[in-house]
């Protein structure tokens, strides 16, 4: 049976009216247009609905009991489109990314704030995880987009680079400028006791690779989980951590900190990581936008440490 929702209506507003051409204006038809509506749910249904004459328009039996039945369809039926229409609403303000913590740290709560401003009552779901387990979410539709700081191999998934960040070397100010210059080279490393990150960050690849490079296994004094760690023991003066600038942005206003420059060090790549295969929500793309500003921003304020994408 093909009856559709706008017969249904023609026929309660038909069965409240009796009255064609009165019918016929409210949805913007003509008499024999209605006519023919009316005809073809009858014969749809197999039974006549209405009794016609020259001078009034009357509902048979069946007719007369299908009104309730069919107001309750409808009934049902608008129900069920408010409440796929509120659904959709909920979901076109719903925004999950993935990112590692340096870059949740400093890319995210700006562009959080900034959706929050544009949209009434956004709900953001922030992931700050792995590299690896950030596009690990991607691929499982389980955000919409994630930052990370490498280009993944996975032939379904897109990559933006918006910017690349210098390794720096984060000190005490203990460590005068006498044990520890302003600008230091990557040979000069290995006679520093230094601190990175564990071997599953993206921090210690970079670092690793950088120093394989020249024929030499990176073996670090101490490998933490966490920044907020790593500053601890340097503040404490236990050694010199190893990190993107970004990741030791939000140390910068500790006291007793300093940062020094690695002349011939790695760059980080960092990018936006999305599925090829589907378009991004209004919301995911307005966060996008929004990312790019913020990574802008972050070249124009620090342009020694922070740099523009390898294309640009």
Same mark, same amino acid.
Request: charged letters at 20%.
């Given at each position: 049976?093909?009856? #559709?929702?706008?017969?249904?209506?023609?026929?309660?507003?038909?069965?409240?009216?009796?009255?064609?051409?009165?019918?016929?204006?409210?949805?913007?038809? #003509?008499?024999?247009?209605?006519?023919?509506?009316?005809?073809?749910?009858?014969?749809?249904?197999?039974?006549?609905?209405?009794?016609?004459?020259?001078?009034?328009?009357?509902?048979?039996?069946?007719?007369?009991?299908?009104?309730?039945?069919?107001?309750? @369809?409808?009934?049902?039926?608008?129900?069920?489109?408010?409440?796929?229409?509120?659904?959709?609403?909920?979901?076109?303000?719903?925004?999950?990314?993935?990112?590692?913590?340096?870059?949740?740290?400093?890319?995210?709560?700006?562009?959080?704030?900034?959706?929050?401003?544009?949209?009434?009552?956004?709900? @953001?779901?922030?992931?700050?995880?792995?590299?690896?387990?950030?596009?690990?979410?991607?691929?499982?539709?389980?955000?919409?987009?994630?930052?990370?700081?490498?280009?993944?191999?996975?032939?379904?998934?897109?990559?933006?680079?918006?910017?690349?960040?210098?390794?720096?070397?984060?000190?005490?100010?203990?460590?005068?400028?006498?044990?520890?210059?302003?600008?230091?080279?990557?040979?000069?490393?290995?006679?520093?006791?230094? @601190?990175?990150?564990?071997?599953?960050? #993206?921090?210690?690849?970079?670092?690793?690779?950088?120093?394989?490079?020249?024929?030499?296994?990176?073996?670090?004094?101490?490998?933490?989980?966490? @920044?907020? #760690?790593?500053?601890?023991?340097?503040?404490?003066?236990?050694?010199?951590?190893?990190?993107?600038?970004?990741?030791?942005?939000?140390?910068?206003?500790?006291?007793?900190?300093?940062?020094?420059?690695?002349?011939?060090?790695?760059?980080?790549?960092?990018?936006?990581?999305?599925?090829?295969?589907?378009?991004?929500?209004?919301?995911?793309?307005?966060?996008?936008?929004?990312?790019?500003?913020?990574?802008?921003?972050?070249?124009?304020?620090?342009?020694?440490?922070?740099?523009?994408?390898?294309?640009?």
């Amino acid at each position: 049976m093909n009856v #559709t929702p706008r017969q249904l209506r023609i026929f309660l507003s038909l069965a409240q009216s009796l009255n064609f051409s009165r019918t016929a204006e409210q949805f913007f038809v #003509t008499q024999p247009s209605l006519s023919k509506a009316v005809k073809d749910l009858e014969e749809e249904l197999g039974v006549p609905l209405f009794e016609r004459s020259t001078r009034s328009v009357r509902l048979t039996p069946a007719g007369e009991q299908l009104v309730p039945m069919v107001r309750r @369809i409808v009934g049902e039926f608008d129900t069920g489109l408010q409440h796929m229409q509120s659904r959709a609403e909920q979901e076109a303000h719903r925004l999950a990314v993935a990112a590692l913590p340096s870059l949740a740290n400093v890319l995210l709560p700006g562009v959080c704030a900034a959706l929050e401003q544009r949209y009434a009552q956004p709900h @953001i779901a922030v992931h700050d995880c792995a590299d690896q387990a950030a596009v690990g979410r991607v691929v499982n539709y389980q955000v919409d987009f994630a930052l990370a700081s490498a280009s993944p191999s996975n032939p379904e998934l897109h990559y933006e680079e918006i910017l690349r960040d210098r390794f720096v070397l984060l000190a005490p100010s203990a460590w005068g400028r006498k044990r520890l210059g302003a600008r230091v080279a990557m040979d000069e490393l290995n006679d520093l006791p230094l @601190i990175s990150m564990t071997d599953a960050s #993206t921090a210690m690849k970079y670092m690793s690779a950088a120093f394989l490079q020249r024929g030499v296994v990176f073996r670090p004094k101490l490998q933490l989980d966490q @920044i907020g #760690t790593i500053a601890g023991f340097v503040k404490q003066g236990l050694g010199i951590a190893v990190l993107p600038y970004l990741g030791i942005m939000p140390l910068l206003s500790l006291k007793g900190m300093r940062v020094a420059e690695i002349v011939d060090g790695p760059v980080r790549s960092v990018g936006i990581v999305s599925r090829k295969a589907s378009a991004p929500s209004a919301i995911a793309a307005q966060a996008m936008i929004e990312i790019r500003a913020v990574a802008d921003r972050l070249k124009q304020q620090s342009p020694e440490w922070i740099w523009p994408p390898a294309a640009a």
